[in-house]
C-alpha cells in the first residue's frame, strides 16, 4: 500500500508518521524547500541558526519528527514538489523552483491520499493597503524567521486573532521595533469566549503557558496591546508613513471621532485564515457549512480513500492538525479510530477542538468590517479593482453572482487567482444581495490548476511518465 501524503506541516507529518508505524510506504510531497510547513518555518538547511530551538515553539518535536521520517526507507520525503493537480491518474506534481523553468514532472499513482495542506493568512482590504510596506502578517513572519529580513523600522501588527502575537515577536526579535499590536476584537468578546466554561479548557493549559510567555515578552519588547481597535487607513506618498487607527464596534465598524494617528513605516495585517481547499475539492471532497472540508471522527473525507487533517478542516493551531493528522495517517494505512493506539490523539483532539471553537467565536471577523473602504480602496491588488469599480459593475451589469463579476470587473483573475480578495469580494456580495441578490453560489474556492504552472508544463510529451 502506498499512501501519498500533501503538505509537511504539522498535520502531514504527524501523518506521514503515523502511517509508517503502521508500515506502510509513505510519498510525503510539499511545496517548501524544507519540511515544516507555517508553524515550524525555519532558516534553509544551507543557512542554520544555532538558535533556532528558542525561535519556535515545540522544535525538538519536529527535530524528531523530520528525522523519524529521513531516515525511513519506506518513506520518501519530496520538497519543492508543487502538487498542481489530481486525477485518476494520480497526483500530479512538478518539482523545482516555484518559477523555474525546468521543473521535473512527475505523477504519483497512490492507494490512499491524506490532504493536509493548511490554510493562508487573510488581509482585509483597508485604504492605502497597496502601499510599499503593507505586508501580509504572515509574509512579514515568513521574512523575519526565514530569512531574517525585517520589514521596517517602526512596525504596527494589526488584525485579528492570536496569530498575530508570534508575529509580532518575530519582528521584535529581528532588528524592527513593534510599536503596537493593534486587535479589532474587543476585549469583552474575547474575555466572554474564554472565560464560559473552563473546565473544558483543562487539557489545553499549555496555552496558558503560552500566553504567559507572550506576556513576558511584549512587556520585555514595550510593545503595547490594544483591543476593539482596527487600521482604518494607511497613508503616506510613495510608501507606509502613517495609519489612522479607530476604535471599533463589536462588528468591527469604525466608531467616528476615535481616529488617531500613528508615524510607521510598516504595517502587518492579518485577520484570520483561508484554508486552501483547492487540491481537496479537485479529488472531490464535500465541505461543510464554514467552508473547510468536511471530515468524520476518521478523519475520513467525502471520498473513499481521501483523508484530511490540520487547518484544511478547521482553524484550530499547530497542536490540532498533530493530533488531527496522526489519526488520519493511521486510518489512511488501515488502521481503525478504536486502536488503543490512537487513544491519546482522540482525547487531544476533543480538547483542541474545544479550544478552536473558543477561538472562532473570540477572533471571528465583524460583519461591518467594509465601513472602513472608501470609493477608492482597492479590492483586487493583482487587477487594480477599487471598491466603486466592483460596486459599479455589479450594479451596471446587473450581476447576478460571482462569476459574473469576476469576469465584468476582473477581480480575482490576476496572480494570485483570488487567494486574497476572494473571501473579501464574496463577503461584499453577501452585503450587497440584500439590495438585488448577486449570489449564485459559486465561490472562490475551486482552482483546477492548484499553482501557477507555465504552459509548456501542460505539454504532454514522452517526459510524462508514472512514477511509481
Ligand atoms: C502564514 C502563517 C504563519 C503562521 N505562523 C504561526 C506561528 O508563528 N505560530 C503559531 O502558533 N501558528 C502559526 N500559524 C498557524 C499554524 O501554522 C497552523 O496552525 C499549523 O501550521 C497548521 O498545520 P497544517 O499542517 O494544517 O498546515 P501548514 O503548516 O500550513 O502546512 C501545509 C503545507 O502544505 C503545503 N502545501 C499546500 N498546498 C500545496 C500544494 N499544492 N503542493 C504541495 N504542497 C502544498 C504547504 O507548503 C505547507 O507546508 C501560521 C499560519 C500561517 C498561514
Not at 1 to 29: E, S
Not at 52 to 74: G, I, K, M, S, Y
Request: hydrophobic residues 40%; contains cysteine.
Amino acid at each position: 500500500m502506498k499512501i501519498v501524503v500533501i503538505g509537511a506541516g504539522p498535520a502531514g507529518l504527524a501523518a506521514a508518521r503515523a502511517a509508517l508505524d503502521a508500515n506502510q510506504r509513505v510519498v510525503l510531497l510539499d511545496a517548501a524547500d524544507d519540511l515544516g510547513g507555517q508553524y515550524w518555518r525555519h532558516l534553509p538547511s544551507s543557512r542554520p541558526s544555532s538558535n533556532e530551538a528558542v525561535l519556535h515553539h515545540q522544535w525538538t518535536n519536529f527535530v524528531e519528527l523530520r528525522a523519524r521520517l529521513e531516515d525511513d526507507p519506506l518513506c520518501e520525503v519530496v520538497t519543492s514538489a508543487h502538487v498542481w493537480a489530481i486525477d485518476r491518474a494520480g497526483i500530479h506534481v512538478l518539482v523545482g523552483p516555484p518559477d523555474g523553468p525546468d521543473r521535473e514532472r512527475r505523477t504519483y499513482p497512490t492507494d490512499a491520499v491524506v490532504v493536509a495542506t493548511g490554510a493562508h493568512d487573510r488581509v482585509l482590504p483597508v485604504p492605502g493597503w497597496e502601499l510599499p510596506g503593507v505586508y501580509s502578517a504572515g509574509g512579514a513572519q515568513a521574512l523575519a524567521k526565514g530569512d531574517r529580513v525585517a520589514v521596517g523600522e517602526r512596525v504596527l501588527v494589526a488584525g485579528s486573532g492570536p496569530f498575530l502575537l508570534p508575529v509580532a515577536l518575530s519582528l521584535a526579535n529581528s532588528t524592527s521595533t513593534v510599536v503596537g499590536v493593534v486587535e479589532a476584537s474587543r476585549a469583552r468578546r474575547v474575555a466572554s469566549s474564554w472565560a464560559a466554561r473552563p473546565w473544558e479548557l483543562v487539557g489545553a493549559r499549555t496555552k496558558v503557558a503560552e500566553a504567559g510567555s507572550y506576556a513576558r515578552e511584549f512587556a520585555r519588547h514595550r510593545i503595547p496591546y490594544v483591543m476593539g481597535r482596527a487600521v482604518t487607513a494607511i497613508h503616506g506618498a510613495e510608501c507606509v508613513e502613517s495609519v489612522t487607527i479607530a476604535a471599533v464596534d463589536s462588528s468591527w465598524a469604525p466608531i467616528v471621532g476615535t481616529e488617531y494617528s500613528l508615524a510607521v513605516d510598516a504595517v502587518c495585517l492579518g485577520h484570520g485564515f483561508t484554508p486552501r481547499l483547492e487540491l481537496a475539492i479537485a479529488l472531490g471532497c464535500q465541505l461543510n457549512d464554514r467552508r473547510f472540508v468536511a471530515i468524520d471522527e476518521g478523519q475520513r473525507t467525502s471520498v473513499v480513500g481521501v483523508y484530511a487533517a490540520g487547518e484544511i478542516t478547521g482553524v484550530g493551531g499547530a497542536d490540532l492538525a498533530l493530533v488531527e493528522g496522526t489519526i488520519a495517517g493511521h486510518l489512511a494505512a488501515g488502521g481503525r479510530l478504536d486502536d488503543e493506539v490512537l487513544g491519546q490523539a482522540r482525547r487531544h483532539r476533543a480538547t483542541w477542538r474545544r479550544f478552536a471553537a473558543r477561538l472562532d467565536v473570540a477572533h471571528a471577523i465583524g460583519e461591518r468590517w467594509s465601513q472602513w473602504l472608501t470609493p477608492e480602496t482597492t479590492i483586487c491588488r493583482c487587477e487594480d479593482v477599487t471598491y466603486q469599480q466592483l460596486r459599479t459593475v455589479a450594479r451596471v451589469t446587473d450581476s447576478s453572482g460571482l462569476r459574473s463579476l469576476k469576469l465584468t470587473s476582473r477581480a480575482g483573475l490576476g496572480i494570485c487567482q483570488g487567494r486574497t480578495c476572494g473571501r473579501t469580494i464574496e463577503s461584499l456580495l453577501g452585503a450587497w444581495s440584500n439590495e438585488g441578490g448577486l449570489i449564485d453560489g459559486v465561490t472562490t474556492d475551486r482552482r483546477p490548476i492548484a499553482v501557477p504552472v507555465r504552459l509548456g508544463e501542460l505539454r504532454v510529451d514522452s517526459r510524462d511518465a508514472a512514477t511509481d
